[in-house]
Every structure is written in structure tokens, then in C-alpha cells.
């Protein structure tokens, strides 16, 4: 019984919501974010505490991607190399976002 290959999670290569819990120096930790929802391309794991978050020895992934009608979305799953994070009239998006 062969098994499925495995699929990469893209990798956060950089994250302007230094507001943000999983963020430290552009950096986020979350293990996987989810991207997309009533907001866009919207990262929806996106949340501003007092309380770091994450694991600062890991860079964060894209996990889920609700944003069907991008490019790099296959299955709801996103296949770009990496993602950037930053602001599109302040919300916290997804700026590789590329709708097909």
C-alpha cells in the first residue's frame, strides 16, 4: 500500500502585523495559519494580545486557505513557495493573494 506524498506547507517568509501574538521582528510563529473569510484574503489566525504565542524556535506556515479563487490555491490548500503578510486597507491579508 503506497502511500499519498506528503505536501509542504508554505512557509510565512515575512508578517507586517507586528501587533500580532505569533509575531516577533516580522517573524511569525504560529504553527499554521489560516487564510481567507467574510474579510478576503484576510489571515485569520491573526490576534493582538499581551501574550507571545507560538513557537519562537519555528517559522509559521499557511494551513488552510479559504480563498478558492487564487492562483495558488489547489483544494483549499495553498501552493505557493511562501507567503507574505502585511496590511490591505488595515486588515491583516495574505499579499500573495492572486485571484485566477
Known amino acids: 500500500m503506497s502511500s499519498a ?9 515575512n508578517c507586517a502585523a507586528e501587533s500580532c501574538a505569533y509575531n516577533t521582528n516580522h517573524t511569525c510563529h504560529a504553527a499554521a495559519i489560516t487564510v481567507g473569510g467574510e474579510l478576503g ?22 494551513g488552510a486557505c479559504k ?15 511562501a507567503i507574505t503578510v502585511g496590511y490591505r486597507q488595515n486588515e491583516v491579508d ?3 493573494y492572486a485571484p485566477s
Not at 491573526?46 to 513557537?55: I, P
Open 41 to 62: 484574503a484576510a489571515c485569520e489566525t491573526y490576534t493582538s494580545m499581551d501574550l507571545q504565542g507560538g513557537e519562537q524556535s519555528a517559522t509559521g506556515r499557511v
Open 5 to 13: 506524498p506528503v505536501m509542504q506547507l508554505p512557509v510565512i517568509s
Open 67 to 81: 480563498m478558492a479563487d487564487c492562483r495558488h490555491n489547489v483544494g483549499l490548500e495553498c501552493h505557493a513557495p
Open 94 to 96: 495574505c499579499l500573495t
